[in-house]
């Protein structure tokens, strides 16, 4: 029997919102956040340099920063999709380049205690210093911080006959990409962009109702 394992993106995927850029935007600001992310995409600077440089300008209290995301909604069809996949004994984790704590800010108001028990979390760490400023504890030592791809084959490590699903919507989406044999790339994203400029296979969506549509054709 075949064995498969979703692997789904947070922020602008699960989320409708992007909690990282909610609480950056408010200290950093949006202009300057937009550009640090050119540097990143022309390669004047580093990603993990950009991001920690964006973090450590965040200097409010964890407080504040509940109240900046308290109007956060997950993808209205996520819960029915997790069902789908507790009915097949399909295991889904998170894979976010955000932080661990905003994603559990979050969930916590949409997915009861059994459901959240369900689901992996790899994601980035943070403390807040002294001074009030917060400082990215990145996941692993590569150059985006978390390299998802390096995280989906750890699991791959263990059980090499899996078969792995994996939802995205972002540019820290595309080294998971390539270890996916399904891959479901958001409509419009920049994912989506890369994978027609790359012609690497995909199935298009806009919710995860979308999803489940194609994947129970296959599981």
């Known amino acids: ?32 956040r937009k550009a ?22 965040v200097n409010i209290s964890w407080d504040e920063a509940k109240e900046l995301i308290k109007d956060a909604k997950i993808d209205p069809y996520f ?18 380049s955000g932080l661990i704590k905003l994603i559990h800010e979050v969930l916590n108001k949409f997915l009861t205690k059994e459901e959240l028990e369900k689901i992996q979390i790899f994601a980035n ?10 400082k990215i504890i990145y996941r692993d030592d590569s150059e985006l911080g978390h390299d998802k791809g390096r995280t989906i084959q750890e699991v791959r490590d263990k059980d090499s006959d899996i078969k792995i699903i994996f939802i995205g919507d972002g540019i820290s989406d595309i080294s998971a990409s390539k270890h996916a044999d399904y891959l479901f790339a958001k409509e419009g994203r ?16 806009t919710t995860f109702e979308d999803i489940w549509k194609v994947l129970e054709n296959i599981v």
């Open 1 to 32: 029997m075949v064995k498969y394992f979703v692997f789904t993106d947070f922020d602008g995927t699960l989320s409708l919102t992007d909690t990282g850029a909610k609480v950056i935007d408010v200290c950093f600001g949006y202009d300057n």
């Open 190 to 205: 920049t994912l989506q962009r890369w994978c027609e400029q790359e012609k690497i296979p995909y199935y298009p969506y």
């Open 79 to 96: 819960k029915e999709f997790q069902n789908h996949c507790n009915e097949h004994n399909i295991p889904i984790a998170i894979l976010s």
């Open 125 to 134: 760490d943070h403390t807040i210093a002294e001074n009030g400023h917060w």
């Open 36 to 57: 640090f992310d050119k540097l990143i995409l022309d390669k004047v600077r580093t990603y993990t340099d950009c991001v920690a440089e964006m973090w450590d300008s």
